[in-house]
């Protein structure tokens, strides 16, 4: 694929390889991670709006960032118009420089309280927060699907509503909200939605390799991709695919983000998450079986360290 930068407002995002925001993953650490190897932009965790007004304090840990962070995009989840809009313009993410509008999580709990991919089911309220959002002086970009059921799919149509509501990108998971994260994703549902609108359009869904990076973007025309669970597994996906040079092998950069969460996170924190990292980077690992349940045990930071560099040997 072509490596380009997306000019968003006034920023531009170095490649157009970007990150998906991923509950328990894309905290402050990965997403320096994924800048390093080369990612446009990576999202915080999905943060609630209505959380944050209430000022909770586990959404509020959501948000921690350092002035190291090259680009600082948030994706804020909600329903209701004005509190996607006080949120935006509020104080807790005063230092963001992108807002990312939840419209895509097809969970049940999210649909149910008319969030996420619900808001695809209500135009008006959509384009209401969108534009409510825009208020904060901030570029905004909103994350969807490409309908609710697979026999009723309208991605090119809701693009357009982003656009004329003021939305500076969108992103389409080329699945709808019916079939979750399975299935064959539609990329002829991504190519129309590109062909509809004049803002950028970044294709998600079903890329596990450079491979189907490309063929992605041949078969849409979008103007990047974003990477979701694969860019956990296998990180080096960005550096592959921006040509960026990276010399680092697994081992190292798992230790590296022992060091860097375990600098601005405490001790529960760091060993759940590298934890969860691991796990992912040695799915493909062979040998590496008789380790998982060490891995899991592991209780100090010393001993996970220990175990990382037995898994990931040299």
Same mark, same amino acid.
């Given at each position: 694929?072509?490596?380009?930068?997306?000019?968003?407002?006034?920023?531009?995002?170095?490649?157009?390889?970007?990150?998906?925001?991923?509950?328990?993953?894309?905290?402050?650490?990965?997403?320096?991670?994924?800048?390093?190897?080369?990612?446009?932009?990576? $999202?915080?965790?999905?943060?609630?709006?209505?959380?944050?007004?209430?000022?909770?304090?586990?959404?509020?840990?959501?948000?921690?960032?350092?002035?190291?962070?090259?680009?600082?995009?948030?994706?804020?989840?909600?329903?209701?118009?004005?509190?996607?809009?006080?949120?935006?313009?509020?104080?807790?993410?005063?230092?963001?420089?992108?807002?990312?509008?939840?419209?895509?999580?097809?969970?049940?709990?999210?649909?149910?309280?008319?969030?996420?991919?619900?808001?695809?089911?209500?135009?008006?309220?959509?384009?209401?927060?969108?534009?409510?959002?825009?208020?904060?002086?901030?570029?905004?970009?909103?994350?969807?699907?490409?309908?609710?059921?697979?026999?009723?799919?309208?991605?090119?149509? $809701?693009?357009?509503?982003?656009?004329?509501?003021?939305?500076?990108?969108?992103?389409?998971?080329?699945?709808?909200?019916?079939?979750?994260?399975?299935?064959?994703?539609?990329?002829?549902?991504?190519?129309?939605?590109?062909?509809?609108?004049?803002?950028?359009?970044?294709?998600?869904?079903?890329?596990?390799?450079?491979?189907?990076?490309?063929?992605?973007?041949?078969?849409?025309?979008?103007?990047?991709?974003?990477?979701?669970?694969?860019?956990?597994?296998?990180?080096?996906?960005?550096?592959?695919?921006?040509?960026?040079?990276?010399?680092?092998?697994?081992?190292?950069?798992?230790?590296?983000?022992?060091?860097?969460?375990?600098?601005?996170?405490?001790?529960? $924190?760091?060993?759940?998450?590298?934890?969860?990292?691991?796990?992912?980077?040695?799915?493909?690992?062979?040998?590496?079986?008789?380790?998982?349940?060490?891995?899991?045990?592991?209780?100090?930071?010393?001993?996970?360290?220990?175990?990382?560099?037995?898994? $990931?040997?040299?």
């Amino acid at each position: 694929m072509e490596i380009r930068k997306i000019r968003l407002g006034n920023l531009l995002l170095p490649s157009n390889v970007l990150m998906a925001p991923l509950a328990g993953y894309t905290c402050y650490p990965f997403r320096m991670l994924a800048y390093e190897m080369g990612a446009g932009v990576c $999202f915080t965790e999905m943060v609630s709006a209505n959380a944050l007004k209430y000022k909770d304090k586990a959404t509020r840990r959501l948000l921690f960032t350092t002035e190291k962070e090259p680009i600082k995009a948030v994706q804020l989840l909600g329903g209701i118009p004005t509190i996607m809009e006080q949120m935006a313009g509020s104080e807790w993410l005063e230092e963001f420089d992108i807002i990312d509008i939840n419209m895509g999580c097809p969970v049940p709990n999210v649909f149910k309280s008319g969030e996420g991919s619900a808001l695809m089911l209500d135009w008006k309220r959509a384009s209401a927060i969108i534009y409510g959002c825009k208020k904060s002086g901030k570029p905004v970009t909103v994350k969807c699907r490409t309908g609710i059921r697979e026999d009723q799919m309208f991605t090119a149509e $809701f693009a357009r509503m982003c656009e004329a509501s003021g939305a500076d990108m969108v992103t389409i998971h080329g699945r709808s909200r019916s079939m979750m994260y399975d299935g064959k994703p539609y990329l002829n549902e991504i190519e129309q939605a590109k062909s509809a609108v004049s803002i950028p359009v970044i294709a998600n869904g079903g890329i596990y390799s450079i491979e189907d990076a490309n063929r992605v973007m041949d078969c849409t025309g979008a103007d990047g991709v974003m990477l979701a669970r694969y860019g956990l597994e296998n990180p080096f996906i960005f550096s592959e695919l921006t040509g960026l040079s990276c010399k680092k092998t697994p081992c190292q950069v798992l230790k590296g983000q022992i060091e860097i969460t375990s600098q601005y996170y405490n001790e529960t $924190f760091t060993l759940n998450y590298i934890k969860k990292i691991a796990s992912y980077m040695m799915k493909k690992r062979k040998g590496t079986k008789k380790y998982k349940e060490r891995l899991y045990r592991s209780g100090s930071l010393a001993e996970l360290q220990e175990v990382v560099e037995m898994i $990931f040997q040299e």
